[in-house]
């Protein structure tokens, strides 16, 4: 089993960052892609990002590329959203999400592909 806890979320004006945290526990973390998924209201739960095991390959939605980082500190268990240039349409809850152990992610940005997730956090971009 792992355990994932996101915390950073908040409210904060157009053109702002935040930086989103996931901390893991449970298993070994560096076993696991690690991935970000946010749904806003009303709307179904879309991919933002993923980041492989070592942290070698970094996946990003189109809508998030250029703004958004995906970085994980193995030693420390945690894996991080950099956000910046935010938007009121980034506005949603943010899901941190884990793969199955040593299972290499056929498609990062499925949902199904992950097996653990976070609670959620509420980011809130105002205009």
């Known amino acids: 089993q792992v355990q994932l806890a996101e915390s950073g979320g908040g409210l904060v004006q157009a053109g702002g960052s935040l930086r989103l945290s996931c901390a893991a526990s449970?298993?070994?973390?560096?076993?696991?892609?690690m991935g970000w998924f946010r749904q806003a209201p009303g709307k179904e739960r879309e991919f933002v990002s993923s980041?492989?095991?070592?942290?070698?390959?970094?996946y990003y939605a189109d809508s998030v590329k250029g703004r958004f980082t995906i970085s994980r500190d193995n030693a420390k268990n945690t894996v991080a959203l950099h956000m910046n240039s935010l938007k009121p349409e980034d506005t949603a809850v943010y899901y941190c999400a884990a793969g199955r152990e040593y299972h290499i992610l056929s498609d990062p940005s499925g949902p199904s592909e992950y097996t653990y997730w976070g609670q959620g956090t509420q980011v809130t971009v105002s205009s």
């Open positions: 980041i492989t095991w070592s942290g070698g390959r970094q």
């Open positions: 449970g298993r070994t973390f560096s076993n696991y892609q």
